[in-house]
């Protein structure tokens, strides 16, 4: 193939215990999955799931055991963690029931949805489009994969994080509004879904800002735990 500039590498990440690695294709994001957090960011917490997107290469991948560095993004004053729940598709399809698309899963992570708030917040107000909110680079620390056929099936189980060391998110996977089979059934209605996509399941209460210098660490239920610093912006 004689390309006019070099071919970027795939976007790939680790999977836990083993030296293979995960391909990513797209990166979907459930928007307020939990209802606490939607009452907190001015919701009911039953309305119908939605989505956005991340580029793959915002990805940050995290290895095991390491401490990953997110440089502070520019043109914001308020960067959000949000703690996540990311499960990975060995297969995909279109119009999925929920029992197909719980069949989709290969595996889960554990990953941070990072969010220039202040951003966001003025795209909402003005009807704009979440991407310079959330799509920038390094929005997307991400965990080793862990394969659902050594962890099983995740329908439930803690979800917290801290921030130099006091807790700020804590929860229960149980506690999605949409859960795993039904958040992939929906959007596969709307999106052919394919091996290699990965969805982001949304985040529970307890959101806020950090800053240069901060410690994030997310943490689920047989999946261990992911930590990301901020650093200097670039």
Known sequence: ????IPVQPPVVLPVAGSD??????????VGRNYAE???????????????FCKPADALMPVADGQVGVMPYPPKTSNLHYEAELVVVLGKGGRN????????CVWG??????????????????????????????????????HPRSLVGTLERGAI???????????????????????????????????????IFTGTPEGVGAVVPGDTMTCSIQSLGHLTVKVGNPL
């Open 160 to 198: 917290s994080l801290h921030v130099n060391g006091e807790k700020k998110q804590s929860s229960d996977l149980a506690q999605m509004i949409w859960n795993v089979p039904e958040s992939i059934a929906y959007l596969s209605g709307l999106f052919e879904l394919q091996a290699g996509d990965i």
């Open 20 to 29: 293979q690695v995960f391909p990513v294709r797209r990166v979907y994001c």
């Open 1 to 4: 193939m004689n390309t006019v």
């Open 37 to 51: 957090h939607a009452i907190e960011m001015g919701f009911t917490g039953r309305e119908d799931p939605f989505f």
């Open 108 to 145: 889960y992570a554990i990953g941070l949805d990072m969010t220039r708030r202040d951003l966001q917040g003025e795209a909402k107000k003005q009807g704009r489009p979440w991407e310079v909110g959330k799509a920038f680079d390094f929005s997307g620390p991400i965990g080793p994969v």
């Open 96 to 103: 999925l029931s929920p029992e197909q698309a719980a069949e």
